[in-house]
């Protein structure tokens, strides 16, 4: 088993950043990939980003191109999300997600482990 554990999410204004960090324990393998998705009230379920073990990043969706940044730490065992230039429509629930070496690292089936989310508000 594999227990994922999200922070650094709250309320913020629109243009702020927040970073998330997620930290994974248990049978962790740093060959896992790691993605970030998000849920807002009403919609479905949205990829965000994914890296792999060696730093491999898959983007999700292009109204967060160039503002959020995925990272990892190996030897914390912990992934990071980076969100710059928040808006209102980055509102949502932000699921951190593990799973094995996968190349369709958006897909949410491809993920084993889910944490228990973080709320991110954005307030204008």
């Known amino acids: 088993q594999v227990q994922l554990v999200e922070s650094g999410g709250g309320l913020v204004q629109v243009g702020d950043s927040l970073r998330l960090s997620c930290a994974a324990s248990?049978?962790?393998?740093?060959?896992?990939?790691m993605g970030w998705f998000r849920q807002a009230p009403g919609k479905e379920r949205e990829f965000v980003a994914a890296i792999n073990w060696s730093g491999g990043i898959t983007h999700g969706a292009d109204s967060v191109k160039g503002r959020f940044t995925i990272s990892r730490d190996n030897a914390k065992n912990t992934v990071y999300l980076q969100m710059n230039s928040l808006k209102p429509d980055d509102t949502a629930v932000y699921y951190c997600a593990a799973g094995a070496p996968t190349p369709y690292t958006w897909s949410a089936v491809q993920y084993n482990y889910w944490g228990q989310g973080t709320q991110v508000t954005v307030s204008s």
């Open positions: 248990g049978r962790t393998s740093s060959r896992d990939v």
